[in-house]
């Protein structure tokens, strides 16, 4: 009995040594337009404020901005790194609060229609860079496209971003019925942007939330709900990230509390990604052989 009582500890504690890779998050919106890239930026700088080490990578294909809402034009983007053969360390580049970025640049279609050979080669590279990381951020485009549904389905957690209008509710429930069928498991959670008030922000979750439970089988977790500010406007306007330029505006507290809880979450096992041992790139290849040609 003592000796299986030691092998299980030993288990555990091998598992625990082998998980030291950062958290992957992939951040999607169901349509464009609903903040979700400022919600990752203000996001990732809230989490270092708090100690963490964050990686922000743009996959917003076609579409990739981070460094220009950063107002920090980046010198090489991902596609430098796949076509002229670029460490993804070399991409990296220092943002604004002390996060890392790596930006996605434009004319990024078909980018991620890679052979197999590249597609492991790239995530070879993701992997050794995430050991440096508490959390990296994927920063997706709106909506779930083919070329990208093998990283969002390998992620350890979504957080899905949409507001309250019903055109933002219908894009964000229709990346649901993409997401949730091909992987039971994929811990989803919302955020409700551009609120008026709590409540508001909550009805918008429980109706998505319930829609998703009813017809998919599972619901998806409640994160927060931030209000509409004029200070987020002006922060973008002016290049700055929000929690940096007004840090005592309504937005910038509400992002700083939803950093500290989702670390308390996932130090205390409560986060909806706490089961985050299984490995990240073994499931986007997976996935990327599950869905080679196939039409979504």
């Not at 809230?46 to 809402?69: A, C, E, F, R, T």
């Not at 596609?79 to 930006?103: Q, Y």
């Not at 809880?261 to 990327?288: L, M, N, P, W």
């Amino acid at each position: 009995m003592n000796d299986q009582a030691e092998r299980l500890r030993r288990l555990v504690n091998s598992s625990k040594v082998q998980d030291k890779k950062g958290v992957v998050v992939g951040i999607l919106s169901g349509k464009g337009g609903v903040g979700k890239s400022v919600f990752s930026i203000n996001f990732s700088i809230s989490l270092s404020q708090m100690g963490k080490k964050v990686l922000i990578i743009d996959l917003d294909v076609g579409m990739g901005n981070i460094d220009h809402l950063l107002g920090k034009p980046a010198k090489y983007n991902i596609a430098d790194s796949i076509h002229d053969k670029l460490r993804l360390d070399d991409v990296i580049f220092t943002g604004p609060g002390n996060i890392s970025c790596i930006s996605g640049g434009n004319g990024m279609d078909n980018l991620f229609r890679l052979e197999e050979q590249n597609l492991s080669v790239f995530l070879e590279q993701i992997e050794r860079i995430r050991k440096k990381y508490d959390y990296v951020l994927f920063d997706f485009g709106a909506g779930v496209s083919e070329d990208m549904i093998h990283f969002l389905l390998a992620a350890h957690q979504i957080i899905l971003v949409t507001t309250p209008e019903p055109p933002a509710m219908a894009d964000a429930y229709s990346a649901l019925k993409l997401l949730l069928p091909n992987n039971q498991n994929l811990q989803v959670s919302c955020v409700v942007n551009m609120v008026e008030n709590l409540q508001e922000g909550r009805e918008t979750w429980e109706r998505l939330s319930g829609a998703s439970a009813r017809f998919m089988g599972k619901g998806i977790k409640w994160l927060t709900a931030l209000h509409r500010d004029r200070a987020v406007l002006r922060s973008v306007k002016e290049q700055v990230p929000c929690v940096l330029q007004y840090p005592r505006s309504k937005y910038s507290v509400e992002m700083k509390l939803l950093a500290s809880s989702f670390i308390i979450g996932e130090q205390t096992g409560e986060a909806a990604f706490s089961g985050k041992t299984y490995s990240f790139s073994t499931r986007v290849k997976s996935y990327f052989r599950m869905f080679g040609g196939k039409k979504l």
